[in-house]
């Protein structure tokens, strides 16, 4: 554990560090692609064999079908024919050994049916972790000599900035070790997808189980038919006295009418 914390704060590389292509320089590759493959689930499982075999590490595989649309289609007198298309969809991230990436990139865009896009990044991370390793070798070197208090300040605060250094340079340390694990693995993110898939299926017509049967619907349509007459009948009823206004108009008229003749 301690060797392999000590390499976070080396500042000793075996190489002429001038040449931008030297193996001792800290460079970080990675690389992300989406594409079309033929089936997602054959070519996840094809990956992350290979990654596996390269001595890499599959971090996350996530498998999913993405819903498109849903369409109901009359089948039968009481089933209807559903279909639903939807897309698979996976989503990896893959840890693989550096000199393996290129090789891991070729064989899964070599299958792809269409490469939507490709990414491949080498970032240079030597001077800040050269930055990391010096600032820690300067706090070691300083780690001796006493810091008197100012006239301010009390034996307290001097703990406290202590401490300070000291989460610091553990800090600087980790971030050191993740650039070294980053330059030995490349993250490798990808996204497969496949053309829209039907699924068929021929299920229960839910409006015909839940009808009821013919006596049910004939007493109902009784029951109706004796509510709408009913209804009909109080509305006239309550009507009443524009009828009898009308009716007595309607005499009125008459017995004028028969004056006159």
Same mark, same amino acid.
């Given at each position: 554990?301690?060797? @392999?914390?000590?390499? *976070? ?12 292509? /030297? ?23 094809? !990956?992350?064999? #290979?990654?596996?075999? /390269? ?9 999913? %079908?993405? /819903?498109?649309?849903? @369409?109901? #289609? ?16 996976? %989503? !990896?991230?893959l840890r693989v050994p550096v000199d393996s990436?290129?090789?891991?990139? +070729? &064989? ?18 030597? #001077?800040? @972790? ?11 070197? /300083?780690?001796?000599?006493?810091? *008197? ?9 001097? &703990?406290? @900035? %202590? ?24 993250t490798f993110t990808v996204q497969l997808f ?10 229960? %017509? ?5 009808? *009821? ?16 007459? +009913? ?8 009507l009443w006295p524009f009828l009898l206004i009308? *009716? ?8 004028? #009418?028969?004056?006159?003749?």
């Open positions: 554990m301690a060797t @392999y914390a000590a390499t *976070a704060d080396s500042t000793t590389f075996s190489n002429d560090m001038s040449r931008i292509t /030297s193996t001792s320089r800290k460079r970080v590759k990675s690389a992300d692609v989406r594409c079309r493959v033929a089936s997602v689930f054959a070519s996840t499982s094809a !990956l992350e064999q #290979l990654v596996t075999r /390269s001595g890499g590490v599959v971090e996350e595989s996530n498998l999913q %079908n993405e /819903s498109v649309e849903q @369409y109901r #289609l009359p089948y039968s007198a009481d089933s209807v024919k559903r279909v639903q298309l939807y897309t698979p969809v996976a %989503n !990896l991230t990436l290129d090789m891991v990139v +070729r &064989a899964l865009t070599s299958t792809a049916v269409y490469i939507d896009h490709r990414v491949v990044k080498d970032q240079d991370m030597t #001077l800040k @972790y050269l930055a990391n390793a010096m600032k820690n070798e300067q706090q070691e070197n /300083s780690a001796g000599k006493a810091v *008197a208090p100012s006239k301010k300040g009390n034996t307290l605060d001097i &703990a406290e @900035y %202590n401490d300070q250094r000291g989460e610091q340079a553990v800090d600087r340390r980790i971030s050191n070790l993740t650039i070294l694990d980053d330059v030995a693995y490349s496949q053309p829209e898939v039907a699924d068929v299926q021929i299920v229960v %017509n839910p409006a015909k189980m839940s009808r *009821a049967g013919f006596g049910t619907e004939l007493a109902g349509a009784l029951r109706g038919g004796a509510d709408i007459f +009913r209804n009909i009948l109080l509305f006239f009823v309550e009308g *009716a007595a108009g309607w005499i009125g008229y008459r017995k004028l #009418l028969l004056r006159k003749g």
